[in-house]
Every structure is written in structure tokens, then in C-alpha cells.
């Protein structure tokens, strides 16, 4: 039987499978509101069989988005233009559904990648002032960002509450903090931009803080039965200077012994010197090194180029992972499940409108 397809749970939250659409910007927002474009794009990701489907980054306070263009959840008008979509997938799809809540922190105020990507200028008419663990820029030509005061991180903390609590408002199954991708939390993590002197910064306990602070906050506000994650970097790739491995794993210990539910181990985008040795399947080791570190403790989702069903089987059959991360894939063929599927000898579910579409040969992929 393919390790696949077969069950997993995310603490309280179970999964048909171990497919897993991970979050990825549109930048297709208006003021933050979803619109019609969301509608069409998670409509159709929804209904590719997947295990779990992680609505892209959604920013808890408005200086916080990566672009003017990102999705947000920092107000009930947000609730209200996200629920259109979440009910829109109810209706027709059995799929959970998460969300990831992030800031940008210093990598906000950014173009859409389609009009070149990185910081806007200062003077540009959709810029806006930025926040970040200490006054370093991503890249020099950046604005610099201002420190976060201990005010301003309380009320980031209180901000991530507030958009837990609206996505429990939606009837989301789980919930994706993001402290990967050189975006805030990620930001306090690392020393490349950690250079703070007080209880934040410094050692690996206080640059570690904010991160737990507000997991702890967020599992502490929400019901038990939703699902609560972390999204990390496992290494700047700026070895001995950076964020690293054996960090990685004393957070990971961390945020297990606080009832994590499931770790997504991706890599990377804190620093633009970073050296990535990218290629099929480059960020499983990091997810298996996790996972291994962490002895069952919760489940770890492994990313990167990961694009073939088979290579994605192998890699659970080795038990260097419990779920994967299909993302760009899943963007180019949002059916890539239903080929997995067929691929493996599994079953999958599909809605009954699509079902006089399996393929001569596989009569019964969507169920006997």
C-alpha cells in the first residue's frame, strides 16, 4: 500500500493523505480582501484530492504583507471576504483547510515578483515603513527597517492572536505560523538579523522567544481541535554565521514540547548571499534531520522540488518525512494527486462531477 495514501493526523486534525498544498502568494488581494481570483484558484486546488490545502501567506497586520497585494486578516472585513472562498470550497470539496499567518517583517513593502520583485523604494506611492528585529535591510540598497520596540512585538504577538482567532471565526481546520523565508519571526530566529541586545536577542533562547511567545499564544487562544503548525527555514544556508540545522532542531524540540502539531521544514530567504544547493528533492534531509531529532513527536512535512509521485513515495517509504509539500507542481498540474494516484495503485476521492474522467485502465481511482 503507498504510505501516500494513507492517513496521517495533524494532532487533532486528520488527513485523508499525506499530500499537502503548501502556501503560496498570489499577490492577487485588494487592500488585503480576497477576491474573485481566490475564488477561482482555491476552487480548483480543492478539488486535487490532496490531504490538506494551506491558503497562502495572509498577513495579522497590514504593514506586515510582503506586497499591497497580499492577503490579509487583521480586520472583519478580511473575515468577511475570506469566508466567501472558505464556504465556496465547502460546498463542493471535503478538503481541510489551513491557513498561514505571517509578517513580512523588514521583507514587506515589496514588489509582486511579475514586476521585478524586492523592496520598493522609499518615495514609491505603495511603499510603506517597515519593522524587523534590529535596523538591518535584507540588501543594502533597501530601506532600513526600524527595531521593533517591546511594545511593537507585544502587539505583533497580539495580532497573530487576533487572526487565529478569525480563522477559527472561518471554520478553518488548522493553522500554519510562518517563521520561514527571512520573513519576521524568521528574522528574530536568525543572527544575520537578530543583533538585538535585550531579552529578544543574543542568545538562541531569547532569539527563539518571539517565535514561541507566539505560538503559545495562538494554541493558547484557539479551540483544541484546530490544528496548529509552524512553517521554518532549517538553515539560512550561511553556514557558520547563520540560522542552521542544529538550531533548527533545538526549536523544533521546543515547539514540540508545547503541543506543535506538525512541522513544515522548508529553507532559505533570509539572506541574499545565501548559497542553496537546489535540485530534486534538496530539502528532504533537513526534514528528515528534523525528523529524526524529534522521535515521533510531531509530523514534519518535507518541500523542495519534490515532483514526482515517486520520488514523493520514496521518500516516506525512507521515513524521512510523514507528509509532503507539493507546491509549484501542484500550481502547474492541480490534479497532480489524481496522477499520483493512478501511479501508485492508490484510491482517491473526487467529486462525482469528474468521476467518467478516470483513465482507461484505472476504473476504480476514484473509488470502487
Known sequence: MS???????????????????????????QDG??????????????????????LEATAVEERGRISAYDLGLWSD??????????????????????????HAGRKASSRRPWEGGGALPANDALAWPTVSASDLPFSPADPAPRQASLQEIASITQAFVDAALR???????AIELHAAHGYLLHQFLSPLSNQRTDHYGGCLDNR?????????????????HMSVGVRISATDWMEPAGWDLAQSQQLAQALAERGCDFLHVSSAALHPEQKIPVGPGYQVPLAAA????????????????????????????ADQADAIGVARAMLYHPRWPWEAARQLG???????QYQRCQPHGAKTLFGA
Open 290 to 317: 528534523l525528523k529524526d531529532s524529534l522521535q515521533g513527536a510531531m509530523p514534519v512535512i518535507a518541500v523542495g522540488l519534490i515532483t514526482d509521485p515517486h520520488q514523493a513515495e520514496a521518500v516516506l517509504q
Open 77 to 102: 472585513a478580511h473575515t468577511e471576504a475570506l469566508r466567501t472562498v472558505v464556504q465556496h470550497i465547502r460546498r463542493s470539496s471535503p478538503i481541510p483547510i489551513a491557513v498561514q499567518l505571517a
Open 346 to 352: 492508490a484510491q482517491i476521492h473526487a467529486a462525482p
Open 208 to 224: 527563539m522567544r518571539l517565535t514561541l511567545e507566539v505560538f503559545d499564544a495562538v494554541r493558547t487562544a484557539v479551540a483544541p
Open 33 to 54: 480582501l480576497a477576491t474573485d481570483f481566490h475564488l477561482m484558484h482555491y476552487g480548483n486546488l480543492a478539488q486535487s484530492g490532496a490531504g490538506l490545502l494551506v
Open 167 to 173: 480563522a477559527q471565526q472561518l471554520g478553518l481546520d
Open 3 to 29: 504510505i501516500l495514501f494513507s492517513p496521517l493526523a495533524f494532532g487533532p486534525l486528520r488527513l485523508a493523505n499525506r499530500i499537502v498544498i503548501p502556501p503560496m502568494c498570489m499577490y492577487s488581494a
